[in-house]
């Protein structure tokens, strides 16, 4: 995907490549930058073209390939095969209808329901996602609802039609920890319900340790590495998912606990993730990366299978591997 402006073109991802299988939860983790949520909207046409263009490539869904699609097959596609829950409801809902009225507007377009059926159907999705009072609360506006009945209602809008796969983006962003968990056991209670598959983007490790089979670390628009949930935590074969891991407050080790310790500070990845204006040279977590050598700077790594169901872009996995087990 690139885009193209007017001082010039933003390489924002590059190469991407995943799969996601049916009832899977795969995880897309990285630093803000990194192209998480641009991969999310390009699989669903949502970037104004222009400036948005997608080079090469292909998005199958199924037997399709969504490139491919007129907009008004990707419609049909939108909502209804595949939605999305976004980041922050409140831009994502409009303040001027009831709740009930726009989950209503999605199953009459895709489910080719009557009006009055498909309000009773926003009620039914509303009590679904455990929405207290979901007839009240239906007849209600976007600012009369707090944080997390807002995101429950986007969870609602987004399971209507129930859908095949289900994208997420930050979709806890904002609240509290305690609300936090009630939206992602919900969504991992319906996909449990549906056979739906999530792709869940976050930058909550956390997260990814609770909900998902399957990760996909991104840096710099590009997939550094990717693999099963376990085997990535366990033994990390990139430096930048080493370094997301070691950032990662740990309530025992990062905290004093007697009077004068200090505790451990918190890793940090020192550097910025690179411009995507110009041609990166070499690896682009390079110049961020303690392992770099002179071949990293020059040639950039290919995504290769590693280990059993664990892939990488680095030259020197082997050594991190075996610095990362002493």
């Known amino acids: 995907m690139r885009f193209h402006v007017p001082d010039g073109v933003v390489r924002a991802v590059n190469g991407v490549s995943f799969d996601v299988h049916r009832g899977e939860t795969l995880a897309v983790v990285g630093e803000s930058g990194s192209g998480k949520s641009v991969t999310a909207l390009s699989i669903l046409g949502l970037l104004p073209a222009p400036p948005a263009r997608v080079e090469s490539g292909r998005i199958r869904f199924g037997e399709r390939d969504l490139l491919t699609l007129p907009e008004a097959a990707m419609r049909d596609v939108r909502g209804n095969s ?137 840096y710099a628009g590009q997939v550094v590495e990717r693999g099963g949930v376990h085997a990535l935590f366990e033994r990390p074969l990139h430096p930048y998912t080493l370094g997301l891991l070691g950032s990662v407050p740990r309530l025992y080790s990062s905290l004093a606990t007697e009077p004068g310790d200090d505790g451990e500070d918190l890793r940090e990845i020192p550097g910025i993730v690179p411009s995507m204006r110009d041609a990166i040279p070499g690896c682009a977590f390079a110049p961020r990366c303690p392992l770099a050598t002179e071949r990293c700077r020059r040639e950039a790594p290919p995504l290769e299978l590693k280990r059993s169901g664990q892939a990488a872009a680095c030259w020197e996995s082997g050594r991190l591997g075996m610095e990362h087990a002493a």
């Open 82 to 218: 595949i939605s999305m829950i976004f980041q922050e409801p409140m831009t994502s809902l409009d303040p001027l209808m009831t709740v009930g009225r726009q989950i209503a507007e999605t199953i009459e377009i895709h489910q080719g329901l009557s009006r009055s059926d498909a309000l009773a159907a926003a009620v039914a999705a509303l009590d679904l996602v455990r929405v207290p009072e979901p007839a009240r609360r239906a007849r209600q506006y976007p600012f009369q609802l707090s944080g997390g009945l807002r995101q429950r209602v986007m969870i609602a809008m987004a399971m209507a039609c129930n859908p095949r796969l289900l994208i997420a983006d930050e979709p806890t962003t904002a609240l509290d920890v305690t609300v936090q968990a009630q939206i992602l056991n919900l969504m991992d209670e319906l996909k449990e319900r549906t056979g739906a598959s999530i792709i869940l983007i976050t930058h909550d490790l956390g997260v990814v340790a609770e909900m998902a089979q399957q990760v996909v670390v991104m």
